[in-house]
C-alpha cells in the first residue's frame, strides 16, 4: 500500500493542499499532456466519499495542489490544523483513503517505537 503524507501548513489549511511535485507519478496519476486538473476520489476514515481536484499549474513549473473548493471542506470537517500530518493511502478500484493526525507532544515511547501522530477525531 503506498503512502503520500504531509505536515500541513498554514497554507494547507487556509487555502489548498500544496502536493509535493515528485508524488506525480510516484503516488498520484501523472497528468497527461495538455491535461491540468484531475478527479481523485478519496474515502475518509469515518466512510464518507470525497471527490478532490488535483490540478496542476500551467507553465514550466507543474507544482501540483488539491484546490480550496474540493480540499477546504474536508479541512473544515475533520477539523485539521497546522501541523496536523495527513496521509493519503491507495485504496482498492483506483480510489484513495485519506487520514488526519494530530502530533504528540511529547511523542510517546511504546514497545520501542515512537508514537508522535495520532489519529484526529473531530468534535461533532
Known amino acids: 500500500m503506498a503512502v503520500y503524507s504531509k505536515i500541513l501548513t498554514a497554507t ?24 491540468y486538473q484531475q478527479v481523485l476520489d478519496v474515502e475518509d476514515e469515518n466512510g464518507k466519499n470525497w471527490e478532490f481536484s488535483l490540478r496542476i499549474r500551467r507553465g514550466p513549473y507543474e507544482k501540483p495542489y488539491i484546490s480550496q473548493g474540493t480540499w477546504h471542506p474536508f ?24 487520514r488526519v493526525m494530530k502530533p504528540l507532544n511529547p511523542p510517546v515511547e511504546l514497545f520501542g517505537s515512537t508514537i508522535d501522530y495520532v489519529p484526529r477525531i473531530p468534535n461533532n
Open 75 to 98: 479541512v473544515v470537517k475533520i477539523q485539521a490544523e497546522v501541523d496536523d500530518k495527513v496521509e493519503f493511502s491507495t485504496g482498492s478500484a483506483g480510489r484513495y483513503k485519506i
Open 12 to 35: 494547507d489549511i487556509s487555502t489548498r493542499l500544496e502536493v509535493n511535485s515528485s508524488s506525480l507519478g510516484d503516488f498520484f496519476p501523472p497528468f497527461p499532456p495538455g491535461q
